[in-house]
T-cell receptor, first 113, second 113 residues
Framework: DTAVSQTPKYLVTQMGNDKSIKCEQN?????MYWYKQDSKKFLKIMFS???????INETVPNRFSPKSPDKAHLNLHINSLELGDSAVYFC????????????FGPGTRLTVL | GDSVTQMEGPVTLSEEAFLTINCTYT??????LFWYVQYPGEGLQLLLK?????DKGSNKGFEATYRKETTSFHLEKGSVQVSDSAVYFC????????????FGDGTTLTVKP
């Protein structure tokens, strides 16, 4: 059983397009996250939701908009894609917003041409 | 702000060699500390953790001890295998910071037969 799943696994698109990445966790966790990992493997948190409430919103262009329809799902919508958005995006979840381990999804590799 | 500094990579070792990856942190409180591992093409997974000073986390032959006096959490393994080749991330979480994780830059380990 997949604990944290993301779709799609690969996404190739043109500059200027709008795209979405979906994430679902079946662990019953309250808190979910989006991370961006660049080509040098640096990992940067983008957003975090706790029980559908946004609790972490890092300095991210407002072209990126997270949406949490329920606590098991956290989607990421990106408008007007740019070349610099090319990266691997990871969804993660944790039991709550405390000092807990995070469970990561397999990642979505986004390539903007 | 909080930060994690990891030993720069890449690190290349022969099978059965001893591994140390250094990790030091700066935090405004007493965080929980984690080591995550990322195998090629996958998401991060927890390797081990420690939640208070002098705790030792261990898993799969890897160990790390939470040293408050030196603000360190160095990862060690006595005898590495080819299958340990991966990227290793040190991370901290502070309860007072909405559960936001701070990750190091990652250290790439390659083990040669």
């Amino acid at each position: 059983d997949t604990a944290v799943s993301q779709t799609p696994k690969y996404l190739v698109t043109q500059m200027g397009n709008d795209k979405s990445i979906k994430c679902e966790q079946n662990l019953g966790h309250d808190t979910m996250y989006w991370y961006k990992q660049d080509s040098k493997k640096f990992l940067k948190i983008m957003f975090s939701y706790n029980n559908k409430e946004l609790i972490i919103n890092e300095t991210v262009p407002n072209r990126f908009s997270p949406k949490s329809p329920d606590k098991a799902h956290l989607n990421l919508h990106i408008n007007s894609l740019e070349l610099g958005d090319s990266a691997v995006y990871f969804c993660a979840s944790s039991q709550d917003r405390g000092e807990r381990e995070q469970f990561f999804g397999p990642g979505t590799r986004l390539t903007v041409l | 702000g909080d930060s994690v500094t990891q030993m720069e990579g890449p690190v290349t070792l022969s099978e059965e060699a001893f591994l140390t990856i250094n990790c030091t942190y700066t935090a405004t409180g007493y965080p929980s500390l984690f080591w995550y591992v990322q195998y090629p093409g996958e998401g991060l997974q927890l390797l081990l953790k420690a939640t208070k000073a002098d705790d030792k986390g261990s898993n799969k032959g890897f160990e790390a001890t939470y040293r408050k006096e030196t603000t360190s959490f160095h990862l060690e393994k006595g005898s590495v295998q080819v299958s340990d080749s991966a990227v290793y991330f040190c991370a901290l979480i502070l309860n007072t910071n909405a559960g936001k994780s701070t990750f190091g830059d990652g250290t790439t380990l390659t083990v040669k037969p």
